[in-house]
DNA sequence: CGGAATCCTCGATGATACTG
DNA sequence: CAGTATCATCGAGGATTCCG
């Protein structure tokens, strides 16, 4: 390899390098790019997208019944709404197995897997710090 | 400093990593816990307090009126909404100034600001990926 | 300026029934 | 089993008005 840092950072991620380095802001964002993050961002930050990420994540290969079960309180529709956002975005692959009765499997793609890394640390945020928001609730609600 | 890990890491943490080591399964999570980081997570993986988060970070204090122009899209009363809950849950601090016209400002606190940090990666995970979902989107639309 | 209060709408979600 | 289809609701959120 020629240049290896060439080949793991983005032209953005240099772009952006070089102008810390000059002390120069960052770039302008696109607007029609920011767009699209923030539309990605309220896809992904879901109630029951973040809770069936995990627990494929967790548990691997699950059938759609499985899924329904452990994820608490959430219902057939939403299930099939959640499974089949999550598969557009190439979050999670729908395998369908010809057989009577119907089988089909969800697993994570690699991105979604990425995914959830990404999220790891929000999630061990919430853990560390709930007795702090807890008791920042109780302090608030308390007020005069 | 007698022992610098134990003043590092939580007692939880401790006894995971021990559980590790001995290859045992995670300890069982308090259902009563797992709900109450759930729905933490429910509050703060929300549009609104995600954007805020991110402006607030990125620009320090701001009034009300400055946040409600450079979130694009937010009503007065999702504002008011969003801060409220972000005070209540002690992510950012309100003070009201007590001059004509009123004045009233918003800062994260250490938390809100761990907080923002945690989130840096779904950021970033959301930026770097987000040629790959889109492409996969157009897949998936496209299919038979 | 920084809200609170009111009214109203519509879309997200649940419940139910049906099916390959 | 793994959905689809249909109907019903209900509450989040927008628009508007008023106020200290």
Chains 1, 2 share one sequence.
């Not at 290896?4 to 070089?18: C, G, Q, S, V």
Request: aromatic share 6%.
């Amino acid at each position: 390899m020629e240049n290896p840092l060439e080949n793991r950072f983005t032209a953005a991620d240099i772009a952006d390098a070089e102008r810390y380095m000059a002390h120069e802001p960052p770039a302008e964002i696109d607007p029609r790019i920011e767009r699209l993050v923030n539309d990605l961002i309220g896809r992904i930050a879901d109630k029951w997208t973040l809770l069936v990420l995990e627990l494929l994540e967790e548990k691997g290969t699950l059938r759609f019944t499985q899924i329904g079960r452990q994820v608490e309180g959430i219902s057939q529709k939403m299930l099939t709404q959640t499974l089949r956002q999550m598969e557009r975005d190439g979050l999670l692959t729908r395998t369908v197995h010809p057989v009577v009765p119907p089988r089909v499997d969800y697993a994570l793609t690699p991105l979604g897997n990425s995914l959830s890394a990404a999220f790891c640390g929000v999630w061990v945020w919430a853990e560390r710090n709930l007795e702090m928001v807890e008791a920042a609730r109780a302090t608030f609600d308390a007020r005069d």
